[in-house]
């Protein structure tokens, strides 16, 4: 089975913070990509990768960077975390197959809460 | 502009009664894909079907059925018989399909609620 392993599924933290959100895949998947989850909003692409050392931004990629140094692991990084950061945060990894999109594996989540 | 629109926001059915999830997307492309993910309590969203625009057949999986109309621009989701386990938070989303990227578009997502 596809397995997407978030390192937290609860965090506490302060503002100002620096955050490091943690996700690895173990099926050697080309892409990852990590969501915020927010209530009213569904999902919305922080950034993505599609190869290692390789990101683009998503949507909302503001107070947000990421590092892909493996092609297994692709981190979320608050550099400064802030009250409006508090959200679930999904990870998600899918294999290029050809030119069509493929399926998402997601982790379980990550919930973060700054104070 | 590309957008998923799940208007309903709560679903709450007692076993057995069918339900429908509606989905409505906006896209300009010709090429694109919608899809179904289905995230129950434990947090972890799971995919459930794939389509691409160039096919409208309907499909029925089990107690799922998904109708697809171009026209409308609808990709809707039909649960017959529901049980308790259907319990989750079902989201709808379009990618225009780019090369090397999966990037989705979600709904907002329809809290489905099935009560036994």
């Known amino acids: 089975d596809v397995k997407v392993t978030q390192s937290s599924r609860y965090l506490v933290k302060r503002t100002g913070e620096k955050v490091f959100l943690e996700c690895v895949q173990d099926?050697?998947?080309?892409?990852m990509f990590w969501y915020r989850q927010d209530p009213g909003l569904g999902l919305r692409l922080i950034y993505f990768?599609?190869?290692?050392?390789?990101?683009e931004k998503g949507d909302i990629p503001e107070g947000y960077s990421v590092s892909r140094e493996k092609k297994e692991r692709f981190s979320l990084i608050l550099e400064s975390a802030s009250t409006n950061q508090t959200s679930m945060y999904l990870c998600a990894s899918s294999l290029l197959v050809g030119g069509n999109t493929g399926e998402l594996f997601f982790g379980e989540g990550s919930r973060l809460t700054v104070l | 502009a590309q957008k998923v629109t799940q208007a309903q926001t709560e679903i709450s059915v007692v076993e057995k009664e069918d339900v429908t999830l509606d989905c409505v997307y906006e896209t300009r492309d010709t090429t694109y894909y919608l899809f179904w993910y289905k995230q129950p309590p434990s947090g972890e969203l799971v995919f459930l079907i794939r389509r691409n625009s160039f096919d409208e057949q309907n499909e029925i999986s089990g107690r799922y059925s998904w109708n697809f109309q171009k026209s409308t621009s609808s990709f809707n989701f039909t649960i017959t018989a529901s049980q308790v386990v259907d319990s989750a938070v079902y989201f709808c989303a379009l990618s225009t399909g780019s090369y090397n990227t999966d990037k989705l578009i979600f709904g907002t997502g329809t809290r489905l609620q099935v009560f036994p």
């Open positions: 990768s599609y190869d290692v050392k390789m990101k």
């Open positions: 099926m050697d998947h080309e892409n």
